[in-house]
Structure formats: structure tokens, C-alpha cells
């Protein structure tokens, strides 16, 4: 097994292991420059953090729309499209190193908790592989996968084992267009692990038990995270996202996708109660019908959530993603789930460059969240 498959592995591994995670915090190789490089379905994003003065500074952000052709269903078809758009990424944010953490959406990491008797380590791995083919939904030698013990029941005779698994569909391409723009790959991991960093009470040790429930809107899809002591624990993926919101204005305005797009970034009437007429009027009442669906979705995830775990109490509700950036989404959405939710927001805890415009980093930090997160791999 290669080494960058190794450490790809053993990132992946890490997605629920508190434990381990701390471990990391002392054993990881730290660079003053850690570049986090998310690729979602609409955008790459890229974010710097340098640790120079011991606190982590972000001091690099680049965004880029990925253009069509390239990404099918969130896997890369076009390895070299892709490799050109990581670099103008990095050419955009003035990036330096080449040091990276790359995210996996929660989408492609397919994983479950199994029991098996207790037995030595290297016979357990025997008969994980062995039983592949029951436990994983992917053909046989399609995917990377491991596991891990992640406890014992009380008699001492069985162990439980959290079983992970990527198809090589999604990381080979994915490696192969990092490498080729030239960067180093440090880790990949799931982009619930990476944006956990970026939830202020976690970091805020003994204020919260670490339960959160995270919504992110990217451009296709919004992933729901239930976070049970800061661990990623359930993942669900709704199909809305920001381009819905872009297509909404097409349909009702007539404007072509790119149109609709700057429309959507600017205008600030969206979503508002105010009784518009005509055509804003329509945008509203469709975008309002997909926060529905969205609010619906994220009410019943944690509902379900709650009543199968004894009542236990989310600590906090946050919302990030590109998606979320459009204007009155919040507040609309808080009405819609009658809830409290927060704007992630990781510059609560640490500091950005002062070349940083605050009105950009106002407007991008929810779209930059998880690159932040994946930057700061090993701060926390
Ligand atoms: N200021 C803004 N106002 C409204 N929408 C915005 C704004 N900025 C970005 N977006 C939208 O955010 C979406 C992209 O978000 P993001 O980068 O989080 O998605 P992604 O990570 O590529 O997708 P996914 O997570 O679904 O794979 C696009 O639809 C884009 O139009
Ligand atoms: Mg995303």
C-alpha cells in the first residue's frame, strides 16, 4: 500500500475517534503554512493558515467556480480541468507552501459500526476483509476502507468496530488532480471533521457537551451533520442547494445562469416578508418553498435524532456553506425550523490577516468554512 493511501486511510480513520484526534494534535508534522483545499460540486476553495506565532492566523482565501464538464455528480471526470482550476485557485489567494489537507464530502465516506468477537488485532483484520463484501455497498476491490476499534461491550467478549470506506473513483482522481497542480498531500478528510474546528463551543472546553447539528448549503446538495461530543455522527444529505436558488431566478426572471447568479449574490430584497409584486414576488414564494423542504428535512433529522438518543440536547444549531450566504436565508430559516441557528463564523477564535477586506470576509467566510477547518488540522 502506498504511503499517501496510508495517510489517507488513517485520516479517514480519525473521522469519529475523539481520541485519536487528540493524539494527532501532538503527532501531526506541523507546517507554519497549511494550506485546507475543499472541492465541492459548484466551487473550490482554498484557504491558508499560518501558525508562525503559535495562534493560527488566516492569512489566504480563494474561491473558484468549477467550470461545467469537469465534475459529475461529485466525482472528477476531468482530472486535468481539475488540476487547472486548483491552480487558479491557489494563484487567487496568493497561497504559499505546498502543504494541503484535502475535505471528502460526507457523501463519498460510506461507514458503520460492526461487532466482532474479541480477537488479536491481525486476525481481526482477516475477518473484516473477509466480510467486506457484507458490510460495504461498493464492489469488491473498488474502495479504500479500514477500521478501528472504538469500544468493547461490558462482558469483555465482543468488540465494536467503526468500518470506513472511499471508492478509488472518488479519492484516485482526487489525488491525481492535487499532486499534478503540484501540492503535497498531507491528509484527506471528511468535511464534517474539518468543520467541527470551526464551530466556536468546541472550542470552548467544558461549556458544551460537543452536540451540534450543522447544516451546510453548498452549490448542489446541503449536507445535515448531527455532531455527538464533537465527533461527526450522522450525516444527511438533502438535494438543495445554491444552484436551485440560482435556477429559481432564472425560471421566474428569464436571465441566463450567470445572470441569475450575480443577481442572487446582490440583491438584498430576497426572502423578505415585505408583500412584493410581480416577478420578486414569485422569486420569493419559490425560494421559499425550497428553505421549506430544507427546514423540513433538517427538523426531522434532529426530531428523529433527539427521540432515538434519550432526549439528549443539541447545543447548538450552525449554518454554513456558499448557499447559505443568500441574503435573509438565516433568519427565514430559523422561522421556518423555529430554532436558534448560529452563521458559523471561525473568526469568533482566530485571527485574519489585516490585509483582508472585513466586508469580503463577511461575505465569504460561511463559503470558506471548511477549508478554514481543514487548514487548521492540528490546531485542534
Ligand atoms: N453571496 C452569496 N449569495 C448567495 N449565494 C452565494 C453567495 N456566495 C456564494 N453563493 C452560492 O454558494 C454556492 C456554492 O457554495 P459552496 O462553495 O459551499 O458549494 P460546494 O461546496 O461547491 O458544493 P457542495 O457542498 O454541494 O458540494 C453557489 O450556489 C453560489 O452561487
Ligand atoms: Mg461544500
Same mark, same amino acid.
Given at each position: 500500500?502506498?504511503k499517501?493511501?496510508?495517510?489517507?486511510?488513517?485520516?479517514?480513520?480519525?473521522?469519529?475517534d475523539?481520541?485519536?484526534?487528540?493524539?494527532e494534535?501532538?503527532?501531526?508534522?506541523?507546517?507554519?503554512?497549511?494550506?485546507g483545499?475543499?472541492i465541492?460540486?459548484?466551487?473550490?476553495k482554498?484557504?491558508?493558515?499560518?501558525r508562525?506565532?503559535g495562534?493560527?492566523?488566516?492569512?489566504?482565501?480563494?474561491?473558484?467556480a468549477?467550470p461545467?464538464?469537469i465534475?459529475?455528480?461529485?466525482?472528477?471526470?476531468?482530472?486535468?480541468?481539475m488540476?487547472?482550476?486548483?491552480? #487558479?485557485? %491557489? =494563484?487567487?489567494s496568493?497561497?504559499?507552501?505546498?502543504e494541503?489537507?484535502? &475535505?471528502? !464530502?460526507?457523501?463519498h465516506? +460510506?461507514?458503520?459500526?460492526?461487532?466482532?468477537?474479541v480477537?488479536p488485532k491481525?486476525?481481526?483484520?482477516?475477518?473484516?476483509k473477509?466480510?467486506l463484501?457484507?458490510?460495504v455497498?461498493?464492489?469488491?476491490?473498488?474502495?479504500?476502507y479500514?477500521?478501528d476499534?472504538?469500544?468493547?461491550?461490558?462482558?469483555?467478549?465482543?468488540?465494536?468496530l467503526l468500518?470506513v470506506?472511499?471508492?478509488?473513483?472518488?479519492?484516485?482522481?482526487?489525488?491525481a488532480?492535487?499532486?499534478?497542480?503540484?501540492?503535497e498531500?498531507?491528509?484527506?478528510?471528511? #468535511?464534517? %471533521? =474539518?468543520?467541527v474546528?470551526?464551530?466556536?463551543k468546541s472550542?470552548?472546553? &467544558?461549556? !458544551?457537551?460537543?452536540?451540534f +447539528?450543522?447544516?451546510?448549503?453548498?452549490?448542489?446538495?446541503?449536507?445535515?451533520?448531527?455532531f455527538?461530543k464533537?465527533?461527526?455522527?450522522y450525516?444527511?444529505?438533502?438535494?438543495?442547494?445554491?444552484m436551485?436558488?440560482?435556477?429559481?431566478?432564472m425560471?421566474?426572471?428569464?436571465?441566463d445562469?450567470?445572470?441569475?447568479?450575480?443577481?442572487?449574490?446582490?440583491k438584498?430584497?430576497?426572502?423578505?416578508?415585505?408583500?412584493?409584486?410581480?416577478?420578486?414576488?414569485?422569486?420569493?414564494?419559490?425560494l421559499?418553498?425550497?428553505?421549506?423542504?430544507?427546514?423540513?428535512?433538517?427538523?426531522?433529522?434532529?426530531?428523529?435524532?433527539?427521540?432515538?438518543?434519550?432526549?439528549?440536547?443539541?447545543?447548538?444549531?450552525?449554518?454554513?456553506?456558499?448557499g447559505?450566504?443568500?441574503?435573509?436565508?438565516?433568519?427565514?430559516?430559523?422561522?421556518?425550523m423555529d430554532?436558534?441557528?448560529?452563521?458559523?463564523?471561525p473568526?469568533?477564535?482566530?485571527?485574519?490577516?489585516?490585509?483582508?477586506?472585513?466586508?469580503?470576509?463577511?461575505?465569504?467566510?460561511?463559503?470558506?468554512?471548511?477549508?478554514?477547518?481543514?487548514?487548521?488540522?492540528?490546531?485542534?
Amino acid at each position: 500500500m502506498s504511503k499517501t493511501i496510508q495517510i489517507i486511510l488513517n485520516s479517514l480513520m480519525k473521522l469519529f475517534d475523539v481520541m485519536v484526534r487528540q493524539l494527532e494534535h501532538v503527532f501531526i508534522r506541523k507546517s507554519d503554512e497549511m494550506i485546507g483545499l475543499d472541492i465541492g460540486t459548484g466551487f473550490v476553495k482554498v484557504a491558508q493558515v499560518n501558525r508562525k506565532g503559535g495562534q493560527p492566523v488566516l492569512t489566504n482565501l480563494g474561491r473558484v467556480a468549477i467550470p461545467t464538464g469537469i465534475m459529475d455528480d461529485g466525482y472528477i471526470i476531468d482530472v486535468n480541468g481539475m488540476t487547472q482550476t486548483i491552480r #487558479e485557485c %491557489l =494563484a487567487l489567494s496568493y497561497a504559499v507552501g505546498k502543504e494541503v489537507v484535502v &475535505g471528502l !464530502s460526507g457523501c463519498h465516506v +460510506f461507514s458503520r459500526e460492526i461487532t466482532m468477537p474479541v480477537m488479536p488485532k491481525q486476525e481481526l483484520a482477516e475477518a473484516v476483509k473477509w466480510g467486506l463484501e457484507e458490510y460495504v455497498p461498493y464492489p469488491v476491490d473498488s474502495f479504500y476502507y479500514d477500521f478501528d476499534i472504538i469500544g468493547s461491550n461490558e462482558d469483555g467478549k465482543t468488540f465494536e468496530l467503526l468500518l470506513v470506506a472511499a471508492p478509488y473513483e472518488i479519492v484516485n482522481p482526487l489525488i491525481a488532480a492535487v499532486t499534478a497542480a503540484g501540492l503535497e498531500l498531507v491528509a484527506i478528510e471528511t #468535511e464534517a %471533521l =474539518a468543520s467541527v474546528r470551526v464551530l466556536q463551543k468546541s472550542k470552548d472546553s &467544558g461549556a !458544551s457537551s460537543g452536540h451540534f +447539528f450543522v447544516i451546510d448549503i453548498g452549490a448542489k446538495l446541503s449536507q445535515l451533520t448531527i455532531f455527538q461530543k464533537g465527533v461527526p455522527f450522522y450525516t444527511r444529505i438533502v438535494p438543495v442547494g445554491g444552484m436551485h436558488f440560482t435556477q429559481v431566478i432564472m425560471q421566474v426572471t428569464g436571465l441566463d445562469f450567470n445572470e441569475a447568479d450575480m443577481l442572487k449574490s446582490k440583491k438584498n430584497a430576497f426572502l423578505q416578508s415585505a408583500d412584493f409584486i410581480g416577478e420578486l414576488s414569485k422569486v420569493n414564494q419559490e425560494l421559499k418553498l425550497l428553505i421549506v423542504q430544507l427546514a423540513f428535512e433538517g427538523r426531522q433529522t434532529l426530531d428523529s435524532y433527539i427521540t432515538q438518543n434519550h432526549q439528549v440536547m443539541i447545543d447548538q444549531v450552525f449554518l454554513m456553506g456558499g448557499g447559505a450566504c443568500l441574503k435573509n436565508l438565516l433568519p427565514e430559516l430559523r422561522h421556518q425550523m423555529d430554532l436558534t441557528i448560529e452563521m458559523v463564523n471561525p473568526l469568533a477564535f482566530m485571527s485574519a490577516s489585516t490585509a483582508f477586506d472585513p466586508q469580503f470576509l463577511e461575505r465569504v467566510i460561511p463559503q470558506m468554512a471548511v477549508a478554514i477547518g481543514l487548514a487548521l488540522r492540528g490546531d485542534a
